[in-house]
């Protein structure tokens, strides 16, 4: 069996920093719909509209969290500065092939799951 070369080890790091960059943001999107809803909610039983604005300033506070978080994690695992998962970000809605190697990527975790 062939080791791999740096190109393809290079891609694998790209799709998998890739991958947990999106987990991240549909995390946050989650987590943020939550906050929203639980914002309205106390608002209309409350009836103080407060509660709305404390679940948005919740709701940003989490989404940057979660997401710098994401970020720390690539960098001290794979090692990835922050300007490269951007530029393979990027590349991800560009790049059809890529995408698809990291959907792929994606797909097979959460089947695991």
Known sequence: MDAPTEEERVHAQACHAVALHLEAIRRSSTTIKAFIGIGIVAAVYFKSFWFIG????????????????????IARSIGMPWHELDFFCSRYKTDQDFARDVDKLVTGAKRFL
């Open 54 to 73: 404390g679940a948005l300033v919740l709701s940003i506070a989490a989404h940057f969290a979660i997401i710098q978080s994401c970020h720390r994690f």
